[in-house]
């Protein structure tokens, strides 16, 4: 079930194409219904990478979305979010926002990546997510203690609240202004996602500047 879901929003092609014109909507991104509040307010404009740690193009994005964050103009802000979509999705938003809290995300986040992706890993339960963690200045049972806290389980339910309102069902997928929806199938590839999104992100700053 995991693989069709991933499969539902892969692009046939993941080699980059420019954008001939303006993104349309419907076409090239969705526009959402019922928009959903972003966390940073009217002063910054939010895109939101929703992925998953077992989803091989979230790994292809990866690299090419670390890029693309370094180089955001300064109203805008980017953020993950861990998909929920059960089993081992949850499992895996759990290591994330435990990892967030032990404040060790930023050494982990790729690693964790690579183990799953390149070392065939699953990375599920408790006590091989914490073995994993020990090895960036946390030890297993601080690791242990925040992935079964009561903190992490409730920022994977925030996350499962986010994702469900994104009308999600597959990753990788870029939320702008929690309103437009880039996934590989509508956008064509990975790399025409990030030309999509920054399209989307001018659109919406001159919207506010008006």
Not at 19 to 43: M, R
Not at 44 to 56: D, H, K, L, M, N
Not at 184 to 206: C, Q
Request: proline share 4%; glycine share 6%.
């Amino acid at each position: 079930m995991y693989k069709s879901l991933i499969a539902l929003f892969a692009g046939l092609s993941l080699s980059g194409l420019t954008l001939a014109a303006a993104p349309v909507a419907g076409q090239d991104y969705e526009v959402l219904d019922e928009p959903v509040s972003t966390q940073t307010g009217k002063e910054r404009i939010e895109v939101t990478e929703a992925f998953w740690y077992g989803c091989p193009h979230c790994y292809n994005l990866e690299p090419m979305i670390e890029s693309w964050a370094e180089e955001l103009p300064e109203d805008v802000t980017f953020t993950r979010l861990p998909a929920t979509l059960g089993g081992a999705w949850n499992k895996h938003a759990v290591a994330f926002y435990a990892a967030k809290e032990l404040g060790i995300l930023d050494q982990v986040h790729e690693d964790f990546f690579k183990a799953i992706q390149d070392e065939g890993r699953k990375l599920t339960e408790v006590d091989d997510i914490a073995a994993f963690f020990s090895d960036y200045g946390v030890s297993e049972e601080q690791a242990r203690e925040m992935l079964t806290s009561f903190g992490v389980k409730s920022q994977v339910n925030r996350a499962h609240a986010r994702i469900r309102a994104y009308k999600l069902m597959g990753v990788p997928a870029l939320i702008v202004d929690g309103r437009y929806v880039i996934t590989p199938s509508k956008a064509g590839s990975l790399e025409n996602m990030l030309i999509i999104a920054d399209a989307l992100v001018e659109e919406t700053r001159e919207e506010r500047s008006q």
